[in-house]
């Protein structure tokens, strides 16, 4: 359980859940959840992933003719459960630089440029929370992910991608890093520091991916790295080559 309720409004009889962010867009936490799920899925729980909104113009579509992104299809085959739409309930799929393409529940309600969609956001956090409530209230364990980074301080009002969305529903987060990009502990330690207080709190550690090379040398930064925030690193996942999933 995360530390701090934050005056959620999501009923306490409710599936545990996880979630997933990261410093930046593609630093793995799709293929985390994912294989969140199969682990889940193996060990005989009705698990279910879940992103609250998602930017992508990879879409899958569900039994029923609804839209998700297709991240979210391949976490729920990580779970071995068919598509639906409360997986992900806000699909954006990116027109121009300026505009995308709004997609509700699996349905197409209409194009909006940036600023119509950032004040439409109090009305798509209540399909957030609706399909949240859905998977939450049947199912073991809900596995959810994060869109981009949480330290976006220009896109913090209204969010309901990673913080926002974490304090309303009083979820325990995991941070991941990329360390082949580089920067790692930086990124890190910089995200943790621009969160809230109660943010910090319910960041429950870290984990680092895309590793390759020989872990004894990690370690100096791995405890540096946990003296300095007093959380612990859950992981360091290796390089994966040649990944097609």
Same mark, same amino acid.
């Given at each position: 359980r995360a530390g701090g309720n934050t005056g959620s409004h999501v009923s306490r009889k409710r599936a545990p859940a996880l979630m997933i962010q990261g410093t930046g867009s593609n630093v793995g936490k799709s293929l985390i959840v994912a294989g969140l799920c199969r682990l889940f899925a193996n060990r005989?729980?009705?698990?279910?992933?879940?992103?609250?909104?998602? /930017?992508?113009?990879?879409?899958?579509?569900?039994? @029923?003719?609804?839209? *998700?992104?297709?991240?979210? #299809? &391949?976490? #729920?085959?990580?779970?071995?459960?068919? &598509?639906?739409?409360? /997986?992900?309930?806000?699909?954006?799929?990116?027109?121009? @630089?300026?505009?995308?393409?709004? *997609? *509700?529940?699996?349905?197409?309600?209409?194009? /909006?440029?940036?600023l119509d969609y950032h004040a439409y956001k109090?009305?798509?956090?209540? #399909?957030? &929370?609706?399909?949240?409530? @859905? &998977?939450?209230?049947?199912?073991d364990v809900i596995i959810a992910e994060g869109a981009g980074s949480p330290a976006e301080i220009n896109l913090r009002d209204n969010d309901i991608a990673n913080m926002g969305f974490a304090e309303m529903v009083d979820c325990p987060v995991i941070l991941v890093a990329d360390i082949d990009r580089g920067g790692v502990f930086a990124h890190l330690t910089g995200t943790l520091d621009l969160l809230s207080k109660t943010e910090q709190q319910r960041t429950l550690g870290f984990i680092i991916n895309r590793f390759r090379g020989d872990l004894s040398l990690l370690q100096g930064g791995l405890d540096w790295l946990e003296d300095r925030t007093g959380k612990p690193v859950f992981g360091v996942l290796p390089y994966l080559h040649g990944l097609t999933l």
């Open positions: 005989g729980l009705k698990v279910r992933p879940f992103k609250p909104q998602n /930017m992508s113009n990879n879409a899958a579509v569900t039994s @029923d003719g609804g839209e *998700i992104g297709r991240a979210q #299809a &391949l976490q #729920a085959l990580g779970a071995r459960v068919p &598509l639906t739409v409360h /997986m992900n309930p806000v699909l954006l799929k990116p027109q121009t @630089d300026m505009g995308a393409q709004v *997609i *509700i529940r699996g349905q197409v309600l209409g194009n /909006m440029q940036a109090k009305t798509a956090r209540e #399909a957030v &929370l609706a399909a949240w409530q @859905d &998977l939450s209230a049947r199912y």
